[in-house]
């Protein structure tokens, strides 16, 4: 998945309560609701595109992949989910062979794809497929960077629909065969260190053509899987809410057994073994606004919250929970998170292909001050692209681009042949969304551009807007955020690989040959010293010639009300609400002051 997300706020799951149970929530209730608030407007549910952390979360409750990660492991690891093992592996490395488990079905609320509503089992072609359209040049998929020269035979197919303007979807591909029903085989043209994490993404979940067959282009909008939920057609109201109810026709599954160290010091393991899933019905409500999602949450309508910036005195003081809280029984978790906020410029522009001005740019931002006005503290700068935990990582390297000092960047504009931002054109910065946040780290962020005589016009938008713009390289500045899709640096390098430029994830359009050509022999180099050290090399370089105006590496707080079980911060991978689990007697109790 191509992690976009809005930087304003945590790349955390929000969970919440449903109208039905607020309406009574201290009388005696039986169906288990968790309520989820999204901070941003969703995008289609087109598989091959499913490009933003917000659309892929809904997704992700109701599709499911090859792989899925193990929920309780200190580190994020990986377990099977339709396949019912970890793949064959050829001695040259290069073909993967998975079985699916056959009980995995389509479920069709509406009955309209599959009349009986229990479809039929997910089957290897559906995987082929997805494949297919990741690669169809029509559809021009923000997710085909992942697989683009790397399996045999697929840049072949591209090509071919590229040239006749029509994808031949009998057409077979040497490198993606459905051996059986049940049996996937996928040959790459090179070493993948990082295939088998792909399978766990949304954009490789299977697609259904009957799917496809029936509804036509308003397949986007009924998305269909074989998860543990359902969405409710009848009950979600698009731009509102999103509901999902338990798939009745689901595989199932128990909570996991196996935990680690902080998962059994939170007390997560105590489910062990119990049938999944917990809760009846899952609720995603949109709430693009701090204020109404901070007294939803005060007021008990949400299960657990990163606390907005304007509130965060109200939660936390000296990183401890606020005693009015406490008194609540809302607890406090700190989390690291695999994440970058950056500003990103269009260097299809020619002005921006000129170096010096990117990084005058960088160093007339300060970073350490916004850190304290939008994060609270919540944050540390960030030197490269890489956050701490990846191999690359390299704690001791000071990016001398990416600190403050407006003489600096006022000299290096001069250098660009713009002193004073003379000869420089008004710049247009694209907003992804209305909220006041999001407003006012834009404005930050022409402020510091009006110190070194920059002009920073703010262009309203939201998030499908945003995206659409950068997507077809009309964005001249903008603001995002990636979170892992994995847990390699690579998923982090590849923002600034040149064959990756929009609708890819590398939405400067930035393109070093020196970078790329080194990025092409790291990513295929087994994890390791050697692999560690190119990693590094390639952060810094990026880091150095500012192709991206880094921000920050996000730490995330998060309260949670006392009758929300089994919650723990996940920032890679989906499906997660099967584990959540809401304890109604606890919550009635609570909210009725006893």
């Known amino acids: 998945m191509k992690r976009k997300v809005s930087y304003a706020v945590s790349i955390v799951t929000l969970a919440l309560v449903s109208a039905s149970l607020l309406a009574g929530c201290a009388g005696k209730q039986s169906e288990k609701v968790l309520n989820r608030p999204v901070v941003s407007k969703l995008q289609p ?6 490009s933003d952390l917000y659309t892929s979360t809904v997704a992700g409750d109701v599709m499911e992949g090859l792989f899925e990660y193990k929920y309780l492991a200190d580190a994020y690891e990986l377990e099977p989910l339709i396949a019912t093992s970890m ?19 389509y479920y069709d609320p509406t009955g309209e794809v599959f009349s009986s509503k229990k479809g039929r089992a997910v089957m290897a072609k559906d995987f082929v497929l997805s494949l297919k359209r990741l690669a169809d040049p029509e559809i021009n998929s923000s997710g085909w960077w992942l697989f683009d020269g790397a399996i045999k035979g697929l840049n072949e197919w591209h090509d071919a629909a590229a040239a006749s303007g029509k994808a031949d979807y009998a057409a077979e ?22 295939i088998l994490y792909t399978f766990s993404m949304p954009y490789t979940y299977p697609t259904c053509q009957e799917a496809l067959d029936v509804r036509g282009e308003e397949w986007v909008n009924f998305p269909m899987g074989s998860g543990a939920y359902y969405m409710d057609d009848a009950e979600t109201i698009p731009d509102n809410q999103y509901v999902l109810r338990k798939n009745p026709t689901w595989h199932g599954q128990k909570y996991p057994s196996e935990a680690g160290s902080i998962a059994k010091e939170r007390g997560l393991a105590e489910a062990a073994g119990k049938k999944l899933p917990f809760v009846d019905k899952v609720v995603y409500y949109i709430i693009e606004e701090d204020n109404p999602r901070w007294l939803k949450f005060m007021n008990g309508e949400i299960d657990y919250i990163s606390p907005p910036k304007d509130f965060f005195s109200q939660a936390v003081t000296n990183n401890e929970i606020t005693p009015e809280l406490a008194a609540k029984g809302v607890t406090l978790m700190i989390d690291s998170s695999l994440d970058i906020t950056y500003d990103f410029y269009n260097t299809d522009m020619p002005v921006f292909q000129n170096k010096k ?16 006005i939008f994060y609270n503290g919540r944050a540390i700068a960030a030197q490269t692209v890489l956050p701490p935990g990846l191999g690359g990582y390299d704690p001791n390297y000071k990016n001398p681009y990416g600190q403050y000092d407006l003489a600096k960047a006022k000299a290096l504009l001069a250098e660009a042949g713009y002193p004073d931002g003379k000869g420089l054109p008004t710049f247009k910065y694209q907003l992804y969304s209305a909220a006041a946040t999001v407003r006012q780290m834009a404005e930050y962020y022409a402020n510091a551009m009006k110190d070194i005589g920059i002009k920073v016009e703010l262009i309203p938008g939201d998030w499908a807007t945003f995206l659409d713009r950068v997507d077809n390289h009309e964005c001249e500045l903008g603001g995002m955020a990636w979170g892992a899709d994995y847990p390699d640096g690579q998923n982090f390098l590849q ?7 929009a609708p890819g994830p590398n939405s400067s359009n930035y393109d070093n040959p020196e970078f790329n050509a080194l990025y092409d022999k790291a990513v295929i180099m087994q994890q ?37 079980r089994n919650w723990q911060y996940r920032d890679i991978g989906a499906g997660y609400s099967k584990y959540y689990d809401i304890d109604l007697e606890a919550k009635a109790k609570a909210l009725s002051g006893k």
């Open 495 to 501: 923002l600034q690989y040149g064959p990756n430029m």
């Open 528 to 564: 390791g010293p050697e692999r560690d050290a190119a990693y590094a090399k390639l952060a810094q370089m990026a880091a150095e010639d500012c192709g991206l105006r880094l921000g920050v590496h996000r730490l995330i707080y998060s309260l949670k009300n006392p009758w929300l």
């Open 87 to 105: 793949p064959t592996v050829s001695a040259d490395g290069l073909t993967y062979t998975f079985t699916l488990r056959k009980d995995a079905y």
């Open 173 to 194: 591909v040497e490198g993606a065969k459905a051996l059986d029903d049940f049996t996937l085989q996928i040959t790459l043209t090179k070493p993948y260190p990082q």
């Open 45 to 50: 549910f087109n598989i091959a595109d499913l």
């Open 357 to 372: 001005v990117r990084q005058a740019m960088s160093m007339a931002y300060d970073v350490d001050k916004a850190i304290e």
